[in-house]
């Protein structure tokens, strides 16, 4: 009888590790985003990765009951980690386009966005995307963006001397402001963020592509991504997304 109870003890506790060690409910999934693209992704005084895409991804794991390690990487490294499994999702105002669409498996889309030039605050020279190219300036840009598609549909190739591909959105002001570059292609709320936070810019004519953000996670996953868009409807629906929303952009 007590050799039974012994056994009965023994059994509980290996019962208890195995969930401790993720047999429980509690999945964490593994998020990837690139932190210098505020007011979506990017870091407090503390150095935690905070905004509106961290706010999004937490409510939809809140809803599904997952934990979340938000990953800071590289923009254009974030979809062939997903490929690997080193990510579960991705959030990282990436635009959705049928190029990524092959390799990804995109949520329905969450936030409507648009390129546009910055130019310093001084700049007074007639710019315009038709009319860099004519001109030889030099534009700045984040890798593997759509705001480097830009500039490649411009000079009509990635690697023109005249486009400079920077790894993080912040070092593309910081060629801007320094006059290493005469134009930065980003997206507009982007944009708009970092003239308020460094000054000297801005935004030149009016945004020249139409663009929606969209949630990633591994082509083939389709569990997950159902889960996602359930959330992401409830959360447009039950006023979740309306206050993640106000928080990041006022009214
Ligand atoms: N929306 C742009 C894209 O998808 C930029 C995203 C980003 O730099 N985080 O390419």
């Known amino acids: 009888m007590a050799k039974g109870f012994a056994l009965l003890g023994v059994i509980l506790l290996v019962c208890a590790a195995l969930a401790g060690c ?7 999934l593994r998020v990837g985003t690139e932190a210098t693209f505020p007011p979506f992704e990017t870091t407090d005084e503390n150095d935690n990765i905070v905004g509106f895409d961290i706010d999004l ?3 939809i794991a809140e809803y599904n009951e997952w934990e979340l390690e938000i990953v ?15 990510i579960d999702i991705v959030i990282a105002a990436m635009t959705i386009d049928e190029e990524r669409a092959e390799k990804v498996l995109f949520s329905e889309p969450y936030f409507d966005a648009y390129q546009c030039l910055v130019v310093r605050e001084d700049e007074d020279r007639d710019i315009t995307v038709d009319n860099i190219a004519e001109q030889g300036l030099i534009i700045a840009v984040q890798m593997g963006t759509t705001g480097s598609f830009a500039a490649e ?14 790894k993080r959105a912040n070092e593309a002001f910081m060629e801007l402001k320094s006059n290493r570059a005469d134009v930065v ?11 308020r936070h460094l000054g000297g810019m801005k935004i030149l004519g ?3 592509t139409n663009e929606q953000y969209g949630i990633a ?3 083939g996953n389709t569990e997950l991504m ?8 409830k959360m447009k629906d039950n006023g979740d997304y309306d206050a993640i929303f106000k928080k990041w952009f006022g009214e």
Not at 22 to 28: N, T
Not at 226 to 233: F, Q, T, V, W
């Open 153 to 166: 549909d411009i000079y009509g190739n990635a690697d023109h001397p005249n486009i400079k591909q920077l």
């Open 226 to 233: 159902d889960k996602i868009n359930s959330a992401l409807a």
């Open 206 to 208: 009016q945004p020249f």
């Open 57 to 59: 991804i937490k409510k």
């Open 185 to 195: 292609i980003i997206d507009k709320p982007v944009a708009e963020n970092y003239i």
């Open 22 to 28: 993720g047999g429980s409910k509690q999945e964490v």
């Open 217 to 219: 996670v591994k082509k």
């Open 72 to 86: 800071h990487m590289d923009f254009h490294v974030l979809i062939e980690e997903l490929s690997t499994d080193k």
